[in-house]
């Protein structure tokens, strides 16, 4: 069955940066594009970041564009997300998402950034 586990989330101060990894298991990982998607409390969901197969089509939401990198490692079946310049506002749980046709299918179980002063 697919697994998706993140890790790298953390407590961090503004202006500081943070690396979130997604290891992948249970399904060919170098066939499918993959998001980053976020939610922060009492907030919905937020798509932050895609990636395509090869890492060669990339977009991000204007909210992390600049500041945020999408980046995979097929041979290891793992996604990361590095974030830079991070901001209060980026809180929140992000989640490794395996794409199905343009949509959202199989999630991981997240990991809490927090940016506090």
């Known amino acids: 069955q697919v697994q998706l586990v993140e890790s790298g989330g953390g407590l961090v101060q503004p202006g500081e940066s943070l690396r979130l990894s997604c290891v992948a298991s249970g399904f060919t990982f170098a066939r499918y594009w993959m998001h980053w998607v976020r939610q922060a409390p009492g907030k919905g969901l937020e798509w932050v970041s895609r990636?395509?197969?090869?890492?060669?089509?990339?977009d991000y939401a204007d909210s992390v564009k600049g500041r945020f990198t999408i980046s995979r490692d097929n041979a290891k079946n793992t996604l990361y997300l590095q974030g830079n310049d991070l901001k209060i506002e980026d809180s929140a749980v992000y989640y490794c998402v395996k794409d199905l046709v343009g949509g959202f299918d199989s999630w991981g179980q997240g990991t809490q950034v927090t940016v506090s002063s």
């Open positions: 990636i395509d197969e090869w890492g060669a089509v990339i």
